[in-house]
């Protein structure tokens, strides 16, 4: 049990950083600076899909492009592993 509490604020601790990855991208781009590469914006909202979608809606921040239309499915992905491993835990 105590492993299963500390995976899952791990967990919350990375969408939090994705979220402050897209908030920060889009400051440096309001202000001309140094971006953020896409490749890392990319794996932020792999791991951490929940805080990149926040992100994205709360900065409305590469919401048109195309390859962040994968942000969603990352999501939908990570819904259905906590389903699953949710689960696991209740019948084992």
Not at 14 to 28: E, H, P, Q, S
Not at 38 to 56: D, Q, R, S, V, W
Request: proline share 3%; charged share 15%.
């Amino acid at each position: 049990m105590n492993n299963l509490i500390i995976a899952a604020a791990f967990y919350v601790v990375v969408n939090i950083i994705a979220f402050l990855v897209y908030g920060r991208d889009k400051r440096k781009a309001e202000n001309g600076a140094w971006r953020t590469p896409e490749k890392t914006l990319i794996i932020a909202a792999f791991l951490g899909p929940f805080g990149a979608y926040a992100g994205m809606q709360k900065y409305r921040h590469k919401t048109q492009k195309l390859k962040f239309k994968l942000v969603p499915f990352f999501l939908i992905l990570h819904c259905g592993a906590i389903i699953w491993f949710v689960y696991l835990a209740l019948i084992l």
